[in-house]
């Protein structure tokens, strides 16, 4: 389109944002094909829909379906938001505009132009409501529309992903394709060419979630509990045995604690270079102690450490830590080390999104990150404005000395807005501090709601409550984000809402980013409904003394702890700039290790698919063992052998694949530890840790291929081969007998020791 003026128009003013004005010349045209479809029965429309020439004829017969289907007529912003689906880019539409119609509507728009559509929701909960509410819609537009998710069995993903539109949690699209790379008969394949992706909460999947690898492990085993190495950590004392950096990324030993340690070990040196392994568990250890917080970044439940997404503000299903850091911070706990998994292979969020060659979505927060969704996914944020103007009024932060002193102002806030029944949502931004608000509200004798259900719909339901009147609700980060609020609740009386100045909503702290401020603040004043919004911020809070440890005392302090001085307000800013700043160094960071991983992984690929569909393992086998080729080809038929080859290459393919995996993930470990370390450390590396990293990782993969066969053509020879094909279990080999999903936690730390590969301790979800 009119590059030109896209950067034209970037450079003047918004940066990352395309012009909507080509679009909104459609909209005459599209009004106009309007009332030509008034009298088209509803049989037909589907014909209309195929018919339609352009997106400005496809979009009057959507708006028709919509009023018919849901008796809601798209209003032209939604239509807007369709047109910029349609051209590849991201929405950004406030909450409540009706993203889930406008999504719709370009998906169905896609496949009637004959592309497979998936659309990525947050969770099952929210990918089966919006197939299910659109369902009409599609049906009227005549376009076939299926769900996924984490229950489905392999034959209802066939089915659903057999549909022109497609509605799973983003983890399911990943999980199903992990699966299918480990397919030895192409019947038991599930997911068909990736080919559109539309992104719901797209901010969310493309950057805040974009680094959490999906993986594929089996083969379980016992994890080491590393009790002693805990044991010793205990004793470590921080600042004088350890240090950690401000943000809370790092720890590392100081000299006295390496002594320490070295002495607890049995006086061996630490970092002596057959110590390198030592060493690792040392730090792992210190990493679960130092910097993972119970309450804040997991909790212990039934004899079980369950991870808090730092994201999302809750506890996070199927989610580990990486390198044996879950069976560190078991130990730290003194529970149970659950049962360890070799990965299998693993994909991130990231990667599994660009192997869709359309990539589209929509969200309330896309500016914000416009550079980085251009930078990562090549993606152009168009900004739709409301269908009704905002008129919520966001108020300046309210800033305190100490934590206490924000949160008794917090509760005394939220006493005063509760005498006129006024809705009060809560943000807060971790589990610890709601329930902190939690006690304090009970104690001032507030009744309310805390949001820490542990399953998507319930949550929906209470969050959907939280417009009504006297409602107080206090709720982590993304809860229930998908989920509409409207004033008055399900039944109550919008109007009477209204009146009370809408809904009120207090953050009790700045997120580590603005867009999850504004995404909070956006639960209140949709479609032009009355409402505010205010942060409490203490100089306590996390965000200030890790990313402005530095900022000076402020020296006009009200008895109630209230600070006044001018540019107190600025501290905050700079913290919460530093603080995305390092997220985006660190996503940076990641995506160039994946980068290579991901290359590589497509060679394998490509190679296992021809495996897969034909004859090209025999021939291999054929090529190398020709006699025992010979021997085989009398008594057995060629399709036979066919199938034995296969089975033997592919699994010596993944075998080797899997190896290569933690050889990676080894390699990026003492690259690292070799990087960070310090004084004693002989193996202080000169090299720049990336090129270093590639290098090792090139020579690595230069021979995989060459010994997967070989070791193919051994089993080959060996291996008893009948009629009914190979004997693996008694050659020796066999594939791992169970196979488990889940996610790695976004990386807790800047370092290897949670990379994105390694090996991960833990059980999650069988199938
Ligand atoms: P978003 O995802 O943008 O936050 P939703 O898709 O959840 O918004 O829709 C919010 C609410 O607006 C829903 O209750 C939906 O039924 C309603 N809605 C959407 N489009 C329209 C429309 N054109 N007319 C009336 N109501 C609409
Ligand atoms: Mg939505």
New binding site residues.
Partial sequence: MSGLRTRVRRFLQKPGTTDLAPHEKLLPAIAAGEDDLAGVADESLARRAVAAADDAGFCAVGREA?RRA?G????DV?LLGTLVMLDGQVAE?????????AGALAAARYALRGRSVHVASVNDYLARRDAEWMGPVYDLLGVTVGCIGQASTPAERREAYAAQVTYAPVSELGFDVLRDRLATDVADLVTAEPDVLLI?EADSVLIDEALVPLVLAGAAGEADADLDMAEIVRGLRPGLHFQTDDEGRNASLTDAGAQAAEAALGGIDLYAADQIETLTRLNVALHATALLRRDVDYIVRDGKVQLISSSRGRVAQLQRWPDGLQAAVEAKEAIAVSDSGEILDSITVESLVRRYPRICGMT?TAVAVGEELREFYGLEVAVIPPNRPCVREDEPDRLYATLPQKEKAIVAEVTQAHTTGEPVLIGTLDIAESERISRRLTSAGLPHVVLNAKNDADEAAIIAEAGAHGAITVSTQMAGR???I?LGGRDGDPDQIAELGGLYVIGTGRHASSRLDDQLRGRSG??GDPGRSVFFVSFEDDLITSFAPDAAEPQDVAPDGRIGDAGADAVVTHAQRAADGANLEIHRNTFRYNKLIDDQRQVVLTHRDRLLRGDAALVALGARRPDRFEELSETLGEAVLADVARAIVLYHLDRGWADHLAALAEIREGIHLRALGQGPNPFVSSLDPLAEFHAEAIKLFASLLEQVEEQSAETFDTAPITDAGVDLDAAGVRRPSATWTYLVRDKPFDMSLSGALGRFAGRIYHR
């Fill in positions: 919509a849901l809601e007529r798209p209003f939604q539409m406030a909450t409540g505009e009706g993203k889930t119609l719901d309330g998908g989920t509409d409207r949709r479609q």
